[in-house]
C-alpha cells in the first residue's frame, strides 16, 4: 500500500509544471497616496514606461525565466564585483513605479536569492535581451532611476528588494535578477 502511496506522488509530481523564478509579493509601507502592490500578468501583452500606468502602486512583473549566461552582465547593485558571472543561470523581473508623484518606500519578494539589480539607463539597455517578449517597454531612454532614489537588497533576506524612489514623470525602473529556483525549468 505504502508503495502505491508513493508511487502515485512520484506520478503527481513528475506531471506538475515546475514553477520558474518569481516575484511572489512585494509591499507598498509609505508613500503620498493610496498605492499598493500589483504583480502584473504577462501573459496579457501590455505597455510599460513612459507614463502608461501614471497611479501610485509599485509594479513587478516576471521577464525571461531561467536563462543561462554565455558572457557576465554587469549591474549596479550586488554581484560580484559588479556584474553576474557568465555560465550562471538567472531569472529577470521587473519592478516599477510610475506615479505621479511623492516619496514611496515599499519592497518586492521573490521565490530565489536576488544576485544583482540593474537600475541605470545603460545596465536595464545591455541586459534588454532577458525583457518579456509580451510586453512592449516605451521610453527606454528614461528607464531607471535618478539622484535620490535607491534600490537594496535586504541583507536579512536576500529575496527581497527594497526601493525608496520619490515618484515623478516618467517614473522609477529597475531590472532585478535573481537566482534560478528549485523546481524551475532548466
Not at 505597455?47 to 509599485?58: E, H, S, W
Not at 564585483?81 to 523581473?93: K, L
Amino acid at each position: 500500500m505504502i508503495q502505491h502511496l508513493l508511487l502515485a506522488a512520484t506520478v503527481a509530481a513528475l506531471t506538475i509544471s515546475p514553477a520558474s523564478a518569481t516575484v511572489i509579493g512585494g509591499e507598498i509601507l509609505r508613500q503620498n497616496g493610496t498605492g499598493k502592490f500589483v504583480k502584473l500578468d504577462t501573459d496579457e501583452p501590455f505597455a510599460v514606461g513612459n507614463d502608461t500606468f501614471n497611479d501610485p502602486n509599485l509594479y513587478a512583473f516576471d521577464e525571461d525565466q531561467n536563462i543561462l549566461l554565455e558572457d557576465p552582465i554587469r549591474v549596479d547593485i550586488g554581484g560580484e564585483d559588479g556584474q553576474i558571472a557568465a555560465d550562471t543561470v538567472v531569472a529577470s523581473h521587473y519592478v516599477f513605479f510610475d506615479s505621479i508623484a511623492g516619496i514611496h518606500i515599499g519592497y518586492v519578494d521573490f521565490d530565489s536569492a536576488v544576485l544583482g539589480i540593474a537600475a541605470f539607463q545603460d545596465t536595464m539597455g545591455a541586459t534588454d535581451f532577458l525583457a518579456n517578449t509580451t510586453v512592449t517597454y516605451l521610453g527606454e531612454d528614461l528607464r531607471g532611476l535618478e539622484r535620490g532614489d535607491y534600490v537594496w537588497i535586504d541583507k536579512d533576506d536576500p529575496h527581497r528588494v527594497w526601493v525608496y524612489w520619490a515618484g515623478s514623470s516618467p517614473g522609477d525602473y529597475i531590472r532585478v535578477f535573481t537566482a534560478k529556483s528549485a523546481g524551475a525549468y532548466s
